[in-house]
């Protein structure tokens, strides 16, 4: 089984920066993809960045230029750095991993999700 565990929200002031993290771990042969995904209270969930294993990348228009996403393939961890945050980026945060514990037996895993206020 493979489990997913994300760290690092909190309360942050406007423009202010908040880095969050999520590790996999298991039985892990391959990750293909990695993501964070949000949910802002009321709305539906959206998807904020995703990478690849080779290191493509995409991001929410809306955090383009201010947030980064990375990851790092030997930790089986991404990271999302959140710069210049906004109120409208208060959400839930969410990390999702897409791989195979073995050859044939793909996963996709998420983890519980962690509180990112925006707020003076």
């Known amino acids: 089984q493979v489990q997913v565990a994300e760290s690092g929200g909190g309360l942050v002031q406007p423009g202010g920066s908040l880095r969050l993290s999520c590790t996999a771990s298991g039985t892990i042969a391959d990750i293909y993809l990695m993501a964070w995904y949000r949910q802002p209270p009321g709305e539906q969930i959206e998807l904020v960045a995703d990478i690849t294993k080779l290191g493509e990348i995409s991001y929410l228009e809306s955090v383009k230029g201010r947030f980064d996403i990375a990851r790092d393939n030997q930790k089986n961890t991404v990271y999302l750095q959140m710069n210049d945050v906004r109120p409208e980026d208060t959400a839930v945060y969410y990390c999702?991993?897409?791989?195979?514990?073995?050859?044939?037996?793909?996963?996709?895993?998420w983890g519980q999700g962690t509180q990112v206020t925006v707020s003076s």
């Open positions: 999702t991993v897409q791989g195979s514990e073995k050859p044939g037996s793909p996963f996709r895993e």
